[in-house]
C-alpha cells in the first residue's frame, strides 16, 4: 500500500510564501496524477492543483499565478510552492495520488494526512 506524506505548512503572514512537500513511500508515477487539495473549515474540499504523469499542470483559478506544482522523481516527492499567500488560502492542505482501477471506470484515491496552512492579515 502506497503512503503519502505531507509537510510543510505552517503559519505565515498575507504576502508571504510556503512550500508543501508530499513524499510517497514508492515512485509517483504509480500514480496517473499528483494532486493537492484543501480544505477551510465549513467548506467543501476543494481541487488546488494538478500534475499528471506527462507533466501537465492544471490550477484553481484562484490560485493561479501564485501556487506551482512540481515534483521529484529521485525523491518521489510532489512540491506545492505558494506564494503571496492571502489569508483565504488558510485551509489543511492534502496530498492525493490516483490512478484508474484496471477493468473499471473508477479511480483509486490514495490521500496523506494534511498539513495546516494558516496565513494572517
Known amino acids: 500500500q502506497v503512503q503519502l506524506v505531507e509537510s510543510g505548512g505552517g503559519l505565515v503572514q498575507a504576502g508571504g510564501s510556503l512550500r508543501l512537500s508530499c513524499a510517497a513511500s514508492?515512485?509517483?508515477?504509480?500514480?496517473?496524477?499528483m494532486n493537492w487539495y484543501r480544505q477551510a473549515p465549513g467548506k467543501q474540499r476543494e481541487l488546488v492543483a494538478v500534475l499528471t504523469t506527462g507533466g501537465s499542470t492544471n490550477y484553481l483559478y484562484s490560485v493561479k499565478g501564485r501556487f506551482t506544482i512540481s515534483r521529484d522523481n529521485a525523491k518521489n516527492t510532489v512540491y506545492l510552492q505558494m506564494n503571496s499567500l492571502k489569508p483565504d488560502d488558510s485551509a489543511v492542505y492534502y496530498c492525493?495520488?490516483?490512478?484508474?482501477?484496471?477493468?473499471?471506470?473508477?479511480?483509486?484515491?490514495?490521500w496523506g494526512q494534511g498539513t495546516q496552512v494558516t496565513v494572517s492579515s
Open positions: 514508492r515512485s509517483i508515477f504509480y500514480f496517473t496524477e
Open positions: 492525493n495520488g490516483r490512478r484508474p482501477i484496471p477493468g473499471s471506470m473508477r479511480n483509486e484515491d490514495t
